[in-house]
C-alpha cells in the first residue's frame, strides 16, 4: 500500500511562487509515475503534469505549461510541483497521484493520492 502524503500550499499573490512535495510512506517511487491534479470549487479534479519516476519524461496540461514544472528527488523519493506566475486561475485543492507504471493524464488511472493541499491565489 502506497500513501502519499502532500505539503506545501499556501496563499500567494498573483504572480509569485509556490512548491508543493509529495512523499511516499514506506516506499519509493521507482516503478511508478506520478501526477499532479487540481480541483477547484465546483469543478471537476483536471490534470496538471506527471512525471515518469524512472525515465523522467513530464507531460503538462495546456494552462501550466512554461510555468509549472514536475520533477523528482531519486535520493530522497519526493516529487515536486514548482508553481512560478501564479494566477488567480490556478487557485485549487492540489493532489499528487501515483500509479505503477507509465503516465497518464486521466485521473482514473491513478491507484494511490495524496490528501490534498490548498492553493490559493490572490489577485
Known amino acids: 500500500q502506497v500513501q502519499l502524503v502532500n505539503s506545501g500550499g499556501g496563499l500567494v499573490q498573483a504572480g509569485g511562487s509556490l512548491r508543493l512535495s509529495c512523499a511516499a510512506s514506506g516506499r519509493t517511487f521507482s516503478g511508478y509515475a506520478m501526477g499532479w491534479f487540481r480541483q477547484a470549487p465546483g469543478k471537476e479534479r483536471e490534470f496538471v503534469a506527471a512525471i515518469n519516476w524512472s525515465s523522467g519524461s513530464a507531460v503538462y496540461a495546456d494552462s501550466v505549461k512554461g510555468r509549472f514544472t514536475i520533477s523528482r528527488d531519486n535520493a530522497n523519493n519526493p516529487v515536486y510541483l514548482q508553481m512560478n506566475s501564479l494566477k488567480p486561475e490556478d487557485t485549487a485543492i492540489y493532489y499528487c497521484?501515483?500509479?505503477?507504471?507509465?503516465?497518464?493524464?486521466?485521473?482514473?488511472?491513478?491507484?494511490?493520492w495524496g490528501q490534498g493541499t490548498q492553493v490559493t491565489v490572490s489577485s
Open positions: 497521484a501515483a500509479r505503477k507504471g507509465t503516465l497518464r493524464i486521466g485521473a482514473l488511472e491513478y491507484e494511490y
